[in-house]
């Protein structure tokens, strides 16, 4: 009769953990800054279909890295556990604590089970208050970890130099447009370079104070997010606009075979 083969509980828990840790690593980075009127969630996600940022209730938002398959079955849970709570009590009872203890709950058993491998996702749940002060961020990992953050939190991809870029330039209390600045250049933010992220390739949602309506999330698109960002949000491709010659020029000869007279107008392309 063979022995089983025996693995010591620390070892187990060490190979799971360094397993999650790699999934998370090989996604692209996520930010999460405090700004004057509510929580900004930025992250570069070039899908215009798989979000890695939404809405969960009324003032509270979801934002994940990781595996698209596994954080979008927690944030469905979390939609349903949100509106049954809403629906049987009250709108105000649906807190992100709340939630956040829920999501701990749920990946801390899966990490601890031996039957399923953890899941390589780590998560924001953003609340906004009726002050600034009032405002939470939870950040939960693999393990079912939960900690309460303040001014900003950046998780996934090269997560430690994004957020020393951000200890160097976030300033509290900032308007909308300069976090923005502030978060969209963390992300481009290397070792080695500083790259600039193509607009249209950027997620960006916040959870905004100043609206009237109970609903606080709205996401920035297209132009909205091109004013925002400023002269960084224009088009680096863009043609130099032409300068004037006021020098005679004789007008271009027609090639052989053409039949081009220099006079008659060109085609656009279509």
């Known amino acids: 009769m063979s022995m089983p083969f025996y693995v ?5 828990m060490k190979d799971r953990a360094d397993f999650a840790r790699k999934g ?19 992250t570069e996600n070039p899908s215009q279909a798989l979000h890695k940022v939404s809405e969960l209730y009324d003032r509270l938002a979801f934002a994940a890295v990781g595996r698209y398959n596994e954080f979008e079955n927690l944030r469905i ?3 349903r556990l949100a509106d049954m709570r809403g629906y049987s009590y009250d709108r105000r009872d649906v807190t992100g604590r709340g939630l956040a203890n829920a999501y701990a709950q749920t990946l801390g058993t899966i990490f601890s089970s031996g039957g ?3 899941y390589e996702v780590e998560i924001f749940v953003a609340e906004i208050g009726d002050s600034p002060e009032s405002d939470q961020i939870y950040r939960l990992t693999y393990e079912g970890r939960v900690a309460d953050e303040h001014g900003y939190a950046v998780m996934g991809g090269d997560a430690e130099t994004v957020a020393t870029y951000l200890k160097e330039h976030y300033e509290p209390g900032a308007t909308l447009d300069a976090a923005l600045r ?16 193509p607009v249209e390739d950027l997620e960006v949602a916040v959870l905004d104070r100043t ?3 109970p609903r606080k999330f709205r996401r920035l698109l297209g132009e909205r997010l091109g004013a925002l960002l400023g002269e960084r949000g224009r088009p680096q491709h863009a043609a130099p606009e032409a300068t004037a010659d ?3 020029q004789a007008p271009p000869e027609a090639e052989p075979g053409s039949d081009d007279d220099g006079d008659a107008p060109i ?4």
């Open 116 to 118: 399923e491998k953890p």
């Open 77 to 79: 849970a979390g939609v």
């Open 267 to 270: 085609a656009p392309p279509v």
């Open 24 to 42: 998370i690593a090989r996604g692209r980075s996520l930010v999460a800054v405090q700004y004057a009127d509510g929580v900004l969630l930025v």
């Open 211 to 213: 609206r009237v309506q």
């Open 182 to 197: 502030v978060a969209v250049a963390a992300l481009g933010h290397t070792s080695s370079e500083d790259r600039v992220i």
């Open 8 to 12: 010591s509980p620390e070892q187990l």
């Open 246 to 248: 006021t020098s005679p």
